[in-house]
């Protein structure tokens, strides 16, 4: 048997010294491609996180900037003329200050509506039956009324 398979053909040609070097030759060229693959792969993931980062920065950069103008407008004239008034009841001088009863000033507000109870008392109707009642009201020379337009 030990013969017969030193005899093969087929294994002569398959570990002949030439088609040795061809393997050798073709196994680097296997890991160079996989060991540049990883590197690729490497980089985009790098890549990745370089643009999350200088995203997340010039966030701050414009949080920062924001609060720098809030900080300038805490500094003016105005900001603490408001304080002022808001806080300790201060005024200009020259200016008077008219306490009006809460019963007096909701007589000019208007109520709010209730939503709540308009929605629960009538519902909209279904598109589909809105569209036949405006097809026979069509078909019949009825006059459209407000609520189905």
Known sequence: M??????????RILF???NLGMYALALVALSVTWSSIKVIQKNYGLEKQITTLQQEVSLLN????????INEYYNTNAFLNLAARKYFGKADPGEKLILVPSSVSQQYIHPLPNTSANSSQSKPKPNIIV??????????????????S
Do not use: E
């Open 2 to 11: 030990f013969n017969k398979i030193k005899d093969n053909q087929n294994l």
């Open 16 to 18: 002949n010294y030439h």
């Open 62 to 69: 414009q949080q920062t900037k924001n609060q720098q103008l």
């Open 131 to 148: 569209n036949w009642q405006a097809w026979i009201n069509f078909f019949l020379h009825r006059p459209v009324s407000a609520s189905q």
